[in-house]
């Protein structure tokens, strides 16, 4: 991620926060470092290198690239109990996200954020898979989901939301 | 406190609250409400008899909420004064005792039947046929100054639904301090509450509730420093207890205090430093403090018996009120705001009136002893004097152009205004003792006639005129 | 017609650093009534005083504005001159443009200028008018009241009693000692707290 003894400096500082507070996470300053988030965060149980508390001080203290090819913050599960618990309104989670906008413009993220990018695009779910129909059947339901899947006129709808979305800059679809 | 109690010029008032205050520094009157205490406290003699017998349980206040006091109580052994009180919204009124009615005679015995309290009291001090006063009674005091100490309350643990309040074991740092104390539930034994046995391991917390930006901002101050004392007393007492002591940071700024936070260390406390997230209660009843520590940069876990929460310093709710009975001042956070942060620390902005501890703002006793020092000399300073004097920039009638409508008596807030007859015609006239100089009778007047010393029609109407011109 | 000096203060960087505190003076010198105008780093400071009191004491002013910070922590102060060189101390006014000017105005230091000359303008205008005040004086009460029987409220308690004056100690629970009582031992010195 980074190597050796950093030599910390403002401009890298400057353009870390400026670059996550732009993209919404605006509480980034606030931030005492006092655990609370990560203490309760699944990535941390994970023990994925990143989590809310560590990302946060390395973008306070001007890390930005250096942490671009980590996927943890792919492994956020947008349960926010760090906003729940964060005692300065920091909203970790809202910091994770805009990392991962960060990210996702620099074209730095994980095959399986694709797929479910692809799949929302071409399915209306983000989350989906074949397997289920069957399941359904077997209960005497019918294989597909009453949702975008068997209406494509509401498929359409996502599709020109997602159309009109800064997400189409990055031609995946 | 018996200090307090013995001392001749000292003068207890105690189970009373302050109604109103009317005057200025050097002359307040004030009127005191003694609420009614339903017993006789010229015959009461402490002896907490009629507490053996009342059949009532209600929380126990001092012991924070960890056992039960009955109805007709004394507040706590080493009470001052040490009187029983009846508490009489939780009184059940035996045998249809009601106060102001007669007891019923027993047929039996031809006796008059008598509430269990009442036959408890030797000296007579309970009688439930006495027709007193709900209300108490008003005292009317003159004052030359006063000092404002109304002091603080600890947060409820309810609040941090993270922190499983429910659960017997986790409770707040005064909780643990009555736990802990000779005079409290246990007789200072120190037991879990969920199983009466012995603590083995004790996590503690600290800015719960405080530096918290959903509660209260501040830091208390002397959280810090109370849990590590907590720690200490019970590692002297049972070294074999682990103790894990959660910090955000850890904030020992005081006399002898860092020290006191080492000699913690070196006795085998184990300092954490990072916020635990949450606490989940475990299928064997202990409870799993979800935190992180700081050095490590990694997520620790403590599977303790008790929690302490150290929970925040907040003003009571009755601040409010006594803030705008006196005309005090009171900052963002509600404490009552002191007249210059660092050059006029006890002083308010009402002349005469001085902060001390912490209705000012969180502070420790030696800080708050301090405080109290030094809001006594300053509040004795008008005393010693004899005399105050009373600023000119205020408002003066002129008899001969006023023409008696009253109007400003009506609209005078601090009642400085009334009529007097002057050659059988009513005039205004103005208590300058009264008058605090706001303008409103002046700019009230129809004929012109109330003159605001130091700040005339003229002179404002001059003020006006230079601010509009261009410059 | 009264004779009018202006004080502008500099206090140190807190004022001069936003507001042209020379601009202020020369503007003030051309105000009607105005006498002398002058600055000062530290109008508070004794020089400062000293420059006020001798202006008044050689009869070139005999009503004083001060263009400084707030008169809530330095009207006596500037009183006190003017009753040392023997004018009547009601006879002064303060123009705020520190508090109200050039700490709210930071990164405005023309508009801060301009605002300054106006409070000062203002106060000028003020003073011409103002009339020699006296204080009243009134008896005391030789009693205190203390609200609040916990540790803040005994300790000022007793150090009032034992200074010899009545003291009335008023407490809302049956029995005073407050959350202190409730304490088992106190740090640092782990002495219990009765």
């Not at chain 1, 359409?156 to 679809?173: A, D």
């Not at chain 2, 009334?418 to 409103?440: F, M, Q, Y």
């Not at chain 3, 409070?119 to 000028?124: D, G, K, N, P, Y």
């Not at chain 3, 009693?143 to 010899?164: D, H, K, P, Q, Y």
Request: net charge neutral; hydrophobic share 40%; with cysteine.
């Amino acid at each position: 991620m980074y190597e050796g003894v950093v030599v910390l400096n403002e401009k890298d500082r400057e353009l870390a926060i400026k670059t996550i507070m732009e993209r919404g996470g605006d509480g980034v300053l606030r931030c005492i470092q006092c655990g609370a988030c990560q203490s309760t965060c699944p990535m941390a149980f994970a023990d994925f290198t990143l989590n809310p508390r560590k990302l946060i001080r390395l973008i306070q203290l001007g890390f930005l690239e250096e942490m671009i090819e980590d996927s943890s913050t792919w492994a956020c599960q947008a349960c926010n109990r760090c906003v729940e618990i964060c005692p300065r309104n920091v909203k970790p989670f809202e910091i994770v996200f805009a990392y991962r906008r960060y990210q996702a413009m620099e074209l730095a993220f994980s095959t399986s954020a694709v797929q479910s990018q692809m799949n929302l695009y071409m399915k209306g779910h983000a989350v989906f898979s074949e397997a289920y129909k069957e399941t359904r059947q077997k209960v005497g339901l019918p294989p597909e989901t009453p949702t975008a899947v068997s209406y494509p006129e509401a498929l359409k709808e996502i599709q020109t939301l997602i159309e009109n979305s800064p997400i189409m800059e990055l031609g995946l679809f | 406190m018996v200090q307090v109690s013995t001392n001749p010029n000292i003068e207890l008032l105690t189970y009373s609250e302050v109604e109103s205050v009317e005057g200025f520094v050097g002359n307040f009157k004030v009127k005191v409400r003694k609420k009614q205490t339903w017993v006789d406290w010229t015959k009461c003699t402490g002896c907490g008899e009629c507490m053996e017998k009342c059949p009532v349980k209600v929380p126990n206040e001092f012991n924070a909420g960890l056992d039960h006091r009955p109805a007709i109580y004394i507040q706590f052994p080493q009470a001052v004064p040490k009187k029983a009180v009846i508490d009489i919204d939780n009184c059940i009124n035996c045998a249809g005792r009601k106060f102001g009615t007669e007891p019923k005679i027993s047929k039996r015995t031809g006796k008059p039947i008598l509430a269990p309290c009442e036959r408890a009291c030797g000296t007579g001090a309970v009688n439930r046929s006495l027709n007193l006063d709900p209300n108490g009674e008003i005292v009317e005091l003159d004052v030359g100054t006063i000092v404002v100490a109304t002091g603080f309350k600890v947060m409820e643990k309810d609040w941090f639904k993270e922190y499983a309040p429910h659960h017997p074991d986790v409770m707040t740092a005064l909780q643990f301090e009555r736990l802990l104390s000779a005079t409290g539930p246990t007789g200072g034994k120190l037991v879990r509450p969920s199983t009466n046995q012995k603590p083995k391991v004790i996590s503690f917390i600290s800015c719960v509730g405080s530096r918290d930006v959903r509660y209260h901002s501040y830091c208390s101050r002397v959280c810090c420093m109370y849990l590590i004392k907590q720690a200490k007393l019970i590692k002297s007492k049972y070294p074999d207890i682990e103790i894990y002591m959660h910090f955000m940071d850890v904030r020992t700024p005081g006399k002898d205090f860092d020290e006191y936070y080492t000699s913690a260390i070196e006795m085998g406390i184990n300092i954490v430093r990072g916020k635990p997230g949450g606490i989940e209660v475990l299928p064997d009843g202990r409870l799993r403090v979800m935190a992180y520590d700081a050095g490590l940069g990694k997520n620790v876990e403590v599977h303790a018996d008790m929690v302490i929460l150290a929970t925040a310093m907040e003003v009571p709710e009755s601040a409010k009120k006594l803030a705008s009975t006196l005309s005090l001042t009171i900052d963002a956070s509600g404490f009552f705001k002191e007249l210059h942060p660092k050059l006029k620390p006890v002083e308010t902005a009402v002349e005469g009136i001085y902060l001390a501890g912490c209705c000012q703002g969180p502070k420790d006793i030696p800080d708050t002893v301090s405080q109290a020092k030094g809001a006594a000399a300053v509040a004795a300073v008008p005393l010693a004097r004899g005399k105050v004097v009373i600023e000119p920039t205020i408002s003066e009638v002129n008899q001969e152009k006023c023409s008696g409508c009253g109007l400003c008596v009506a609209v005078c807030p601090y009642n400085a205004i009334s009529l007097e007859l002057v050659n059988d015609r009513p005039r205004a006239k103005i208590a300058p003792t009264a008058c605090k100089g706001c303008g409103v009778c002046t700019s009230t007047c129809p004929s012109e006639a109330i003159v605001l010393h130091g700040f005339t029609d003229k002179q404002i109407e001059a003020q006006v005129e230079a601010l509009t011109m261009p410059v | 017609m009264p004779k009018v000096g202006v004080y502008v203060c500099y206090c140190g960087e807190n004022i001069a650093g936003v507001v042209d505190c020379e601009e202020v003076r020369a503007f003030a010198e051309k105000l009607p009534g105005v006498t002398v105008a002058r600055t000062n780093l530290f109008m508070c400071s004794d020089p400062g005083q000293e420059m006020i009191k001798e202006d008044i004491r050689k009869g070139l002013v005999d009503r004083v504005v001060v263009a400084a910070c707030t008169p809530r922590t330095h009207e006596p102060i500037f009183r006190k001159a003017l009753e040392d060189a023997g004018l009547n101390k009601y006879l002064i006014e303060m123009a705020n443009i520190r508090d109200q000017d050039s700490w709210v105005h930071a990164f405005d230091k023309e508009g801060a200028t301009k605002k300054a000359k106006q409070l000062v303008a203002s106060a000028v205008a003020k003073v011409l008018y103002a009339e020699p005040l006296e204080e009243i004086e009134v008896g005391v009460n030789k009693t205190a009241m203390v609200i609040g029987g916990g540790v803040a409220g005994i300790f000022s308690s007793l150090e009032l009693a034992n200074m010899g004056y009545k003291v009335y100690l008023v407490e809302k629970e049956p029995s005073i000692g407050g959350v202190m009582a409730q304490l088992d031992k106190t740090f640092p010195t782990n002495d219990c707290s009765a």
